[in-house]
């Protein structure tokens, strides 16, 4: 599906808002476009009709004294009422002649000596002509004020509608706006939830989060401001249209080829404006990326004075971003505003040329067709200018959608409703294969058997598998071949939020939220109450560590925890494990960053942990796992030895050597 379709998807969740939205905007349109219409009639029928034909009469309504006679309009008699004498008032220069006789036809106008000459070709005729007074003349336009004033507050009422129906429809398309982009954003987030964790290792969290907040917002922007200034400029562009076909269908007619180079311009437009911004949002992408990371990474970055290389490589992707952007404003600026002054010209010079030579005074057309003509072709280029100034942004929104839609179709965890009962926690590794890489094993025929209760150790060099077991055990990635079996079922058959209900995991740096140490030990579950919580942490012996801080177990904790200490952090992330009370528990090197007091502390909490439940313990520090009731030794990917502590010292093998140099480590540290 195209990205048109699918943004068009989401609009048709909110049809019903967006429809009564469009019906405001025709209703307000219609308002505002009937204004040159009621212009036309107050110009033509009671502006410049005072030159109309008028004839002797009755006193009575709509009659005009002058001279001891009374004079009305020919469109003001009734059926039947009799005419007297025609005589006729014309403008000539700023002054008007009342003329006691009727023109024979109308053309170039002279005054001179008391006579009013008209010329038409060879022709020329005169008459007698007086000149009107001001007062005089406002005898004849008095029958007119009335209906004027009538047919104005007619107009001021269209245009309160139109403004009360223009708010209506800008208020209600953008708050449909709004809610669809609320609506991506969650299904966004919701969506990298699902995403594997294989995911999150080829992209960078700055490229992630930018397109989760910049790229929406830059979509909200085309649901707002870009569609509906769109909607408002076809509905406008229609009524205009409309009421040119009904005014004049030739220059009407000649007006539409305005259409056709609009299209064609704007896919030009498009052709390179695309290319620019998918560059422009891709260097915004990597800019927040290396933000985000040098935020992560700064402690480093300032130890090893790394500053002015990491400046360097921000100002190359910023330079690039510039330069793009500078492209797009040259082509904005080429093809936006030019192309409407250009056309608006030709627009004129069209109706100067239909409009020309005698029309006017023949009477072809009249002053009040010609002033709403001009009205509406002003008013026709103004949609058009609205809708070629949103293309940037219309372009922009596309390519962010674009970029939006690709990491919602990346394949996601399928969510299931309802969990499965706690397993009991026997493991069963069978002749397990696994690489990162297709054909590149990390793991090799990895076989052992974890029994309920029990504490398997892992230990190995850097490199050795030790935590790509884990990755499995807890599905964050599939295994190529053989089985992985929890109480005799293939993990394969389970789904994930399923198999890990009832797992937990205590990192070697744990990932605290921000809120307090409550809520990072409950994680906000419903299931675990407050009672459980204290419960947690005094299980693990956290009052020890935390009972020092100004609120307790409520105290405030940001970003990661930077204001704990290590063995704080650990200590919290020990009684999560605990209060969700897993059947299998992963231990990924708990105790390597924390001092020797507070590692008692949390190998008393190891010792409550463990109770009853299957436990796989990632070590650094083979003092700490002498208790194990099983302990693999990996190597390059390979289980090479196995056993209790005891066994493998017996064995004097690789197990023994390592054990070995770290006891002379600590010696040497020890004795220095």
Known sequence: MSVGKRLFAYALQYKKMMIFALFMLAVSVAAELTGPFIAKKVIDQHILAIESPWYEAAKGDNAVFYQGKWYKRD????????????????QVGRHYYFVAQSVAFDGRRSVRDGF???????????????????NELMRFYRPEIYRIVFLLGIYMALL????????????YLQMTANRIIQKMRNDVFAHIQRLPIRYFDRLPAGKIVSRATNDTEAIRELYVTVLATFFTSLIYITGIFIALFLLDVRLAAVCLLLLPILVVWMKVYRKYASKYNHIIRSRLSDIHAMINESIQGMTVIQVFGRQKETEREFEEWNTEYFTYQNKLLCLNALLSHNLVGVLRNVAFVALIWHFGGDS??????????LYAFVDYLNRLFQPVTGMVNQLPNL???????NRVFALLDERGDEVYEGEMPRYKGNVVFENVYFGYKEGEYVLKDITFTAKQGETVALVGHTGSG????????????????????????????????????HMGIVLQDPFLFTGTIASNVSLHDPTIGRDKVEQALRDIGAEQLLQNLPNGFDEPVIEKGSTLSSGQRQLISFARALAFDPAILVLDEATSNIDTETEAVIQQALDVLKQGR?????????????????????????????GTHDELMEKKGKYYQMYQLQQGEQTVISAG
């Open 160 to 171: 309160v509608v139109a403004t009360a129906f223009q708010y209506g429809q800008r208020y």
């Open 614 to 642: 299957t436990t796989f313990i990632i070590a650094h520090r083979l003092s700490t796992i002498k208790n194990a009731d099983q302990i693999l030794v990996l190597d390059r990917g390979m289980i090479i030895e196995r």
């Open 395 to 401: 372009e922009q929104a596309l390519v962010a959608a």
């Open 466 to 501: 030790k935590s790509s077991m884990m990755n499995l055990l807890f599905r964050f990635y599939d295994i190529q071949q053989g089985r992985i079996l929890i109480d005799g079922v293939d993990i394969q058959t389970m789904p994930k939020q399923w198999l890990r209900k």
């Open 116 to 134: 009013l000459t008209i010329r038409k070709g060879g022709e020329a005729v005169s008459y007698p002509a007086k000149k009107l007074s001001t």
């Open 75 to 90: 469109r003001y008699f009734n059926q039947g009422e009799k005419k007297g004498k025609e005589v006729r008032v014309l």
């Open 360 to 369: 006017l005074k023949s009477g072809v057309i009249s002053m009040g067709v």
